[in-house]
């Protein structure tokens, strides 16, 4: 299964299975709704940084027919969870929408498989215990 990985801004990592997700969807139909990447300011760079390893060349490849999901998250926000390479296809090559489905609450928190909270990273150096008296070869 697809797992996707989200850091948010307090430093927490979740993990999703997209893959159930999209299972979930399957199960339990629901008509798609429309995602117009241009009503979010959304262009190749934007996206690029968002998900760095997206990849353009692959991107063309993708069946832009194939719906993207999201999840509802924190405040009112939502996270897309498959479809990074889609969404790339339709800004490069100029595709006013694509389909698109978001889970409820509950569903999401069904394909919750991890979530880290933030740790503080630790120091590359390390103090060194001082011996005391001279210095011997």
Excluded at 22 to 29: D, K, P, W
Excluded at 62 to 68: E, Q
Excluded at 109 to 133: A, C, F, N, W, Y
Aim: aromatic share 10%.
């Amino acid at each position: 299964d697809q797992v996707y990985q989200f850091h948010d801004s307090e430093g927490v990592e979740w993990h999703w299975n997209a893959s159930a997700g999209m299972r979930l969807i399957e199960q339990n139909l629901r008509p798609p709704m429309e995602f117009h990447p241009s009503d979010h300011g959304l262009d190749e760079a934007q996206l690029k940084r968002q998900y760095p390893d997206l990849n353009s060349g692959y991107a063309l490849t993708t069946d832009l027919t194939k719906p993207i999901l999201f999840i509802p998250f924190k405040d009112g926000t939502s996270v897309l969870i498959d479809g990074w390479h889609r969404l790339l296809h339709a800004v490069l090559k100029g595709v006013p929408f694509l389909l698109c489905y978001e889970l409820t609450p509950a569903e999401r928190d069904s394909i919750l498989v991890l979530q880290i909270p933030p740790t503080e990273k630790p120091s590359l150096l390390l103090p060194m215990p001082q011996k005391k008296g001279k210095y011997q070869r």
